[in-house]
């Protein structure tokens, strides 16, 4: 059985600070990509940041680069983003997707809610 499960949004000030956690099973996670992406309502789903199977290179949307960090655990199939001065901009579900690029094979999280607002 395939697993995404995100945990650790909720409600924050602007200024703040969250930690989202993505735990993974059912699947081989240390040979996939892990990425973050977002969806704010009537808006189209974005890219927030990326991180290769071995965590050696990372991506980032120029929106967040300098307040997100994407990091992941292959010893505890988890993919991490910690968040930090958060902005109501960043207001948006947040999907954790896992990718083998090799065979194009993809899985999805539920989504959790990021809310930043005062």
């Known amino acids: 059985q395939v697993q995404l499960v995100e945990s650790g949004g909720g409600l924050v000030q602007p200024g703040g600070s969250l930690r989202l956690s993505c735990a993974a099973s059912?699947?081989?996670?240390?040979?996939?990509?892990m990425t973050w992406y977002r969806q704010a309502p009537g808006k189209e789903r974005e890219l927030v940041a990326s991180?290769?199977?071995?965590?050696?290179?990372?991506n980032y949307a120029d929106s967040v680069k300098g307040r997100f960090t994407i990091s992941r655990d292959n010893a505890k199939n988890t993919v991490y983003l910690q968040m930090n001065s958060l902005k109501p901009e960043d207001t948006a579900v947040y999907y954790c997707?896992?990718?083998?690029?090799?065979?194009?094979?993809?899985?999805w999280g539920q989504g959790t809610q990021v809310t930043v607002s005062s």
């Open positions: 997707n896992a990718n083998w690029r090799l065979v194009g094979r993809a899985y």
């Open positions: 059912g699947f081989t996670f240390s040979t996939y990509s």
């Open positions: 991180i290769i199977s071995t965590g050696g290179t990372t």
